[in-house]
Structure formats: structure tokens, C-alpha cells
């Protein structure tokens, strides 16, 4: 984006005086002080060494950034970076002289208030997107995976990123277009029209009886596909399919999808430990049991998950030395509800798991070609 911007944006690349992450940018309204913390400087991607842990001049020079848009130092997401000052006590209402911490990216920080604490953990954020958040304690780095360091310890810890772009955006998708008669019958009954289309999908055989969903809707995804003409798909479609075999398919689509990213993961040594739940699509009890089928492993779900919010109470807390231990957050968390696979769903989930795999690699010159097609 930067790049972008100096060669489509002169004149405004020749004004700019700061880049600032967001959390940045409020920091220094409310503080008077400039500051980015491990996280945000490593989601810039190109312009920072993983390894040092520090910006890198060698590829800031040769992609013509100046070095002079980011601050010297590089903090810790929970380091106290300044005190809000009397521009700022007017801004946001809190006292004077209120310690305010680095923060990080949204993303991590959510991972922390799922729990992740330890090496090998995964958080996965079944939402709108798809987003896993993986969990080192020591560099393990894919190309496959988007990595930066984590919002706590974030000199050693690293944070590996992937997902899909949607998931439960496909199962909105398919309610909205094709889920009339639940979306009246919910107000009727008083009950979701998620769980009517749950109720009808479960009766459904694992495998959705042949018929396979590939649940890149957008067109193109991210880690750890890195690709930009993938599309969405049902495969295997008859005229014996009806309308809860293609929403259980969705379902399983996602779940396949969660799959590769644990695999490309894997590729590099990560020790799988926990798999942990959260946002709008885990509250379904059958997607919950199918991610479960489809993986092989015990997951957890926290039905009271707050989201980034609380990682943030943590790192002010850690900031600030009320919180002794990062690992405190494993007592704020709330209840675990926990899934245990089912073998035979299971053993029946491989081969098709299988078959999306090759179903990606079988459609990559179709979606190429189709995206010329559609313009």
C-alpha cells in the first residue's frame, strides 16, 4: 500500500510527515507521543525483520520508504508509552496523568482474549471472515502464513495469521438468498433462522452425500491460499441434493478450510496444543461438531468471548503492573464448552478433506480463466 500510494500518490506521498496505525494515531492525540508498538510494525509486512525484531533499512531503501515516517523504537504491546495530557483529558474524558499502553493489532489482541497464552495454541475467530491465530513461543515462520510478532512478549513470541475471507459471510449468503421461508418462520417460532437451517442440515450425513462447497465467495483469498483468482463452488451438485445439503455443505466447506490452514501451520513445526472457538458462527452447535469431525481434535468454544477489548485490559493491566502474569487472562475468559470428534464423521471427513484439496488445485486455470471472463 505504501508503494502505492509514492507511485499513484505523489503529491500526497511528498506531505506525508508520519505513517500511524490507528491505535498510534489516538495515542498520540490523547498522550502528545509518537509510538508503535511489535505487532503494528510487523503487520507492515515488507519494512520489518521478523528476525531482529526491528525495522529494516536494506528493504526500506530499496522500496524507496524513508525511514523517517516511523518512530526510532519499537515497544511491547503492554509498555506504558505515555500519560494523557490535557488535550487529551478533554478528548476522551479520562483523568490527566492516566498511564496509556502501546496496544496492538486487532487481530492478535482478539487471540489473546481467546486464551492463547501458550506454545501451540490456536484461536480461531469463526465470524464474518475466517481468522486463525496461531501461537509461538519460538520463530516459526511460513511463507504461507502471515507472521508478525505477538501482543505479548512480543519480542519472542510470534503470531502466525490465516483464514478465509468468508465464512460466515457464506452462511448469511445462502440464508439471505435462499432462507425465505426460515427467516419468517424465525419470527413466528422466536428461534434463529441460522438454528432452523441448522436443524434441517443436521439430519444430513456427514459429507453432505457427495456434494462439496469451496467457501472462497470474494474471489481471491489471503493466507495461507495467496491466491487472487480462487472462487467459491459447489461440487458434485444433483438433481437428489435439496436445500440442507448445500447448507450443510457450507458448513463443511469452512471447516475444510480451517483444516488447510492448520496444515500449512503444521508445515513448519507448530505444535498444535488447543483449538479454541470464537464469534458469531461457533454459537452453532452442528458447525461447532462438524470443525470437530472434519479436524480430528477436541475444540473449545467460549460462548462469552469479548474479543479484543479484553486483550487490551490485559495489556493495560500488564502495562501498568496490576496484571502480574499474561496467563491471567485463562481466568477472565469465561466458560469452555468442549467438542469431542466423532470417529466415524470423521474417518468419512478425510476423503473428502481430500477431495477439497485437489478440488483447489483441479479449478485453479478455471477460476484464472473466469476471472477474465468476468472482468
Not at 441460522?194 to 467457501?215: K, M, T, V
Not at 493495560?316 to 464423521?345: Q, Y
Request: aromatic share 12%.
Amino acid at each position: 500500500k505504501m508503494v502505492w500510494m509514492r507511485i499513484h500518490e505523489p503529491d500526497v506521498w511528498s506531505r506525508i510527515y508520519r505513517i500511524m496505525t490507528p491505535n498510534a494515531y489516538c495515542i498520540q492525540k490523547i498522550t502528545g507521543e509518537d509510538s508503535v508498538d511489535f505487532s503494528s510494525a510487523g503487520n507492515y509486512g515488507g519494512i520489518f525483520d521478523i528476525h531482529r525484531r526491528d525495522w529494516s533499512t536494506e528493504l526500506m531503501e530499496e522500496l524507496d520508504i524513508p525511514r523517517s515516517f516511523f518512530p526510532e523504537e519499537i515497544v511491547p504491546s503492554e509498555k506504558v508509552v505515555g500519560e494523557i495530557d490535557d488535550e487529551g483529558a478533554k478528548l476522551v474524558g479520562l483523568k490527566k496523568g492516566t498511564p496509556v499502553c502501546a496496544g496492538g493489532i486487532d487481530a492478535p489482541t482478539s487471540t489473546l482474549a481467546g486464551g492463547a497464552v501458550y506454545d501451540g495454541d490456536l484461536v480461531s475467530m469463526l465470524g464474518t471472515s475466517m481468522c486463525n491465530g496461531f501461537l509461538s513461543y519460538t520463530p516459526r515462520i511460513s511463507p504461507r502464513l502471515v507472521n508478525f510478532p505477538y501482543v505479548v512478549n512480543g519480542r519472542e513470541f510470534l503470531y502466525s495469521f490465516s483464514g478465509i475471507i468468508t465464512a460466515g459471510y457464506c452462511v448469511r449468503w445462502f440464508r439471505d438468498e435462499f432462507g425465505e421461508f426460515e427467516k419468517r418462520l424465525s419470527m413466528e417460532l422466536g428461534r434463529d433462522a441460522y438454528s432452523l437451517l441448522d436443524d434441517q442440515a443436521e439430519r444430513i450425513p456427514a459429507g453432505s452425500e457427495g456434494l462439496l462447497f469451496l467457501p472462497h465467495m470474494m474471489g481471491g483469498e489471503r493466507a495461507p491460499y495467496w491466491d487472487d483468482h480462487i472462487q467459491g463452488a459447489f461440487i458434485g451438485a444433483s438433481v437428489y441434493h435439496k436445500k440442507p445439503h448445500f447448507f450443510r455443505a457450507i458448513l463443511e466447506g469452512v471447516a475444510y478450510a480451517l483444516r488447510y490452514s492448520i496444515e500449512a501451520a503444521g508445515e513448519v513445526g507448530f505444535p498444535l496444543k488447543g483449538i479454541t472457538l470464537v464469534d458469531g458462527g461457533a454459537k452453532s452447535k452442528l458447525w461447532r461438531q462438524i470443525i470437530a469431525d472434519v479436524i480430528g481434535l477436541n475444540i473449545d468454544y467460549l460462548p462469552e468471548a469479548r474479543g479484543a477489548p479484553l486483550g487490551d485490559a490485559l495489556l493495560a493491566g500488564l502495562g501498568t503492573g496490576v496484571v502480574k502474569d499474561f496467563r491471567k487472562i485463562g481466568e477472565w475468559i469465561g466458560r469452555r464448552i468442549s467438542v469431542e470428534p466423532d470417529v466415524v464423521n470423521h474417518r468419512r471427513y478425510e476423503q473428502c478433506y481430500g477431495l477439497y484439496k485437489e478440488s483447489l488445485e483441479a479449478n485453479k486455470r478455471i477460476f484464472l480463466k473466469m476471472a477474465g471472463v468476468s472482468g
